[in-house]
T-cell receptor, first 115, second 110 residues
Framework: DTGVSQNPRHKITKRGQNVTFRCDPI?????LYWYRQTLGQGPEFLTY????????KSRLLSDRFSAERPKGSFSTLEIQRTEQGDSAMYLC?????????????FGSGTRLTVV | GESVGLHLPTLSVQEGDNSIINCAYS??????FIWYKQESGKGPQFIID?????DKRQGQRVTVLLNKTVKHLSLQIAATQPGDSAVYFC?????????FGQGTELSVKP
């Protein structure tokens, strides 16, 4: 296991198009998180799953955003009708509940540019 | 709103010097903090953490200090190296998710 994997690394899309990102967490981790990061800012929480259940969604996650983790393993984040304001780095992290230090491990992110 | 924040957005140090990166938090009930390092094009990488029952914790070349009286923590990097150049974030777990501050960009001059 090489850690948290995110694909694609970069995505350029035209405004109004739909995009989907994938995250493969560390295999034994049961929690998976999505964050968004804009230039010069810290990552902002979007949503997280425990196994296949989506437990929390931030108010940042508009109706155009949807995330799934159908089998409790990999997750997808879809943005519909993209807007220029969606341009950001989308980070995925995973952890094992019960670990003393939360065990958060981040992927390298998917950088989205909406033109 | 955010419960953690950083004092300075950038810090420039000479190679070999010590670096100190500061962070303030607002929730006096906060009991756990994490420092992350983020290099360009990569995700945040765990550096060191500290619980509120400690004032100090040391790692390899890094030390975190926690002052609960003034709700302040700092990350000290000894003998800063070019490879330490990155953005550093303090983060606080809140109900299972991490809340990050804005970050401090550390630049190391050779």
């Amino acid at each position: 296991d090489t850690g948290v994997s995110q694909n694609p690394r970069h995505k350029i899309t035209k405004r109004g198009q739909n995009v989907t990102f994938r995250c493969d967490p560390i295999s034994e981790h049961n929690r998976l998180y999505w964050y968004r990061q804009t230039l010069g800012q810290g990552p902002e929480f979007l949503t997280y799953f425990q196994n296949e259940a989506q437990l929390e969604k931030s108010r940042l996650l508009s109706d155009r955003f949807s995330a799934e983790r159908p089998k409790g393993s990999f997750s997808t984040l879809e943005i519909q009708r993209t807007e220029q304001g969606d341009s950001a780095m989308y980070l995925c992290a995973s952890s094992l509940v019960g670990r003393g230090n939360y065990g958060y491990t981040f992927g390298s992110g998917t950088r989205l540019t909406v033109v | 709103g955010e419960s953690v924040g950083l004092h300075l957005p950038t810090l420039s140090v000479q190679e070999g010097d010590n670096s100190i990166i500061n962070c303030a938090y607002s929730n006096s009930a906060s009991d756990y903090f994490i420092w992350y390092k983020q290099e360009s094009g990569k995700g945040p990488q765990f550096i060191i953490d500290i619980r509120s029952n400690m004032d100090k914790r040391q790692g390899q070349r890094v030390t975190v200090l926690l002052n609960k009286t003034v709700k302040h923590l700092s990350l000290q990097i000894a003998a800063t190296q070019p490879g330490d150049s990155a953005v550093y974030f303090c983060a606080e777990p809140l109900l299972g998710k991490l809340i990050f501050g804005q970050g401090t960009e550390l630049s190391v001059k050779p």
